[in-house]
């Protein structure tokens, strides 16, 4: 599953990476460099990061529905328990 940005979110991102490049490098990039840096880090990073996302999510998950049993359980059969007391005994 390839893993794509829509047209806003790449071009705030190459935005980004050429400001990275102009502030922390000597020589600047250019739009077309920095479009290229994009596509390398979505095609060989990001898999790994989004990886990593979903076993996140999966845990969690996995976690919750562990604890739907404590939360929606109801016991059963418990009607005659409400009316039923303890006798006294007789003298």
């Known amino acids: 599953m390839a893993i794509e940005l829509n047209k806003q979110d790449r071009q705030q991102a190459i935005a980004s990476i050429e400001r990275w490049c102009r502030e922390n490098l000597d020589e600047p990039v250019g739009n077309v460099t920095a479009a290229g840096l994009l596509g390398f880090f979505l095609d060989e ?3 790994s990061v989004y990886n990593q996302a979903v076993a996140d ?3 969690r998950l996995q976690a919750r529905v562990a604890e739907l ?3 929606v359980h109801e016991a059963e059969f418990g ?3 409400k009316y039923d007391k303890p006798r006294k ?3």
């Open 57 to 59: 999510v999966q845990e």
């Open 45 to 47: 990073i990001a898999p």
């Open 79 to 81: 009607y005659w328990k």
């Open 69 to 71: 049993d404590f939360e």
């Open 89 to 91: 005994s007789r003298p």
